[in-house]
């Protein structure tokens, strides 16, 4: 698991480092990690250009010694201080010595050498940055922006706030974040997710004075503990039977998107309730079907509801039946349209149960995401007493207990129709298995990701190619390798 922490908590951990190591430590660990990555990034160094945007903290210090290292190995080093009087003296005497030149924001040409680097870093704001960018770092941030050089932010992205990935107005695009001792939040979620590029974690010695992280992100190894096979004693039954209650007759799409994916997830056991019947056996022959009522259709350890079902009485009444069981009970689409009227049908549950909405669907519980995604799905999960997957770039899973996930993995071509419904499928089959309800959430969302980034590799996907790439999927997450695709990861 890797742990996401907030610039208050990075600021406490390193609180008792900084008083037990002399001073400047730890800066010069955090430039020394960067100058490495830099100086990969970059291939070769000598000769080459780099611009250091510089502000008047110590995420400025860290771009000045960074820039001395790269200056030192013959780069062509030229810092742009944003306020020159309070630039770091020694970073800056570090550089000068190195043979680093220095100018001013707003002198004339910084705006074309700039647009000539091989590199530009950006070292205005770090964990001590709050508000949008002056106009003056926004000037910079968009030269950056237009160059052709490839862009490294100093541990966060100017302009993103480290601790939710809020932007207000412009932040630095960067290709590539170097982060110092611990991931901060704004880099994985919300806006930061898509201004931080890669991120890069360079150990400072912080790790020990961090607190247990109240929000993680699972790695391959962590989801595949959660997606064990069958082992010699299963049968059928045993794995954990999911029930579906999704798609129309007139839409049948969901029932079998979502059908089709917990069966690839865990194929034990599916049942199949609604008024998709038709399609989902002709679709899938492995499920058992009903066109009746869930309550008709066999005991499961956890149902699906929701995907393309309506938003009539009847669906109405569908959901409700299936929110009165006592198996965990994920609900998604029209179901969450039905439940945001009628809230209680949650509040009353005993078993867990799982919402996983986009921003259209949550802003129907009463307000909209905004800006902070990690403390608005741990607010309705709060609120409601249910897990909230929170659907996006940078899935969220909160628990009501308030501990949270981001997921790391996916790919905008998962923005096409039906892809949820695939999601709900994954999740239903790992609820059922009993794994804890916020688990099981972030796990199916890590795997749906992977499943993503492998059926795009191929070209655009469509919902379906997740289906029929999902064991794939599982097999590489195991690490299994998997013939023809030739590499590791994503
Ligand atoms: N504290 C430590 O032990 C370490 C800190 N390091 C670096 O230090 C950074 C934090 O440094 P600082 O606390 O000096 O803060 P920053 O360098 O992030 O910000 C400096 C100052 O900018 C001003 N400022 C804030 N928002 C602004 C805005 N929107 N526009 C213009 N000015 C604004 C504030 O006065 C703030 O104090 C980290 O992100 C990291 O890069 C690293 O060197 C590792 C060690
Ligand atoms: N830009 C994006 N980047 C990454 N993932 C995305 C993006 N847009 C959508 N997704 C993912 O695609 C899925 C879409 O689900 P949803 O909106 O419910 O679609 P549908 O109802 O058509 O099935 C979710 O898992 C969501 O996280
Ligand atoms: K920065």
Known sequence: MIGLFTADEVRAAEAPLLAATPPGTLMQRAATGLATVCARLLGSTYGRRVVLLVG????????????ASLAGRGARVTAVLLDPQRAHPAGLAALRRAGGRVAAAGDRGTDQLIARADLVLDGMLGIGGRGGLRPDAAELTRAAAEGAGITVAVDVPSGVDASTGAVDGVAFPAMHTVTFGAVKRGLVVGEGRGHAGRVH???????????????????????AARLEPPSAGDDKYSQGVVGVVAGSATYPGAGVLCTGAALRTR?????????????????????????GRPGEAGRVQAWVVGPGMGTDDAARDVLAEVLATDVPVLVDADALTL???????????????VLTPHDREFERFGAPVGADRIGAARRLAAELGAVVLLKGDGTVVADPDGTAFVN??????????????????IAGALLATGLPAAEAAAVAAHLHGRTGQLAARRGPLIAGDLVRRLPEAVGRV?????????DSGA
Do not use: K
């Not at 974690?201 to 989801?223: E, K, Y």
């Not at 998962?414 to 949820?420: E, H, K, Q, R, S």
């Open 408 to 425: 790391g993995t996916g790919t905008a071509d998962l923005a096409t129709a039906g892809t949820g419904d695939v999601l709900s499928g």
């Open 56 to 67: 008047g903290g110590n995420n400025g210090g860290d771009a000045l010694f960074a820039g």
């Open 478 to 486: 195991r690490g299994i390798p998997v013939d023809g695709l030739g």
């Open 267 to 291: 194929p034990g056991l599916v049942r199949y309730a609604g008024a998709a019947a038709e399609g989902v056996r002709a679709a899938w022959p492995e499920a058992i079907v009903t066109a």
């Open 201 to 223: 974690l360079v150990d400072i010695g912080l790790a020990p004075h961090l607190p247990p992280p109240g929000v993680r992100q699972l790695t391959d190894p962590d989801a």
């Open 339 to 353: 439940l945001a009227r009628e809230p209680g049908l949650v509040r009353r549950r005993s078993a867990p149960t």
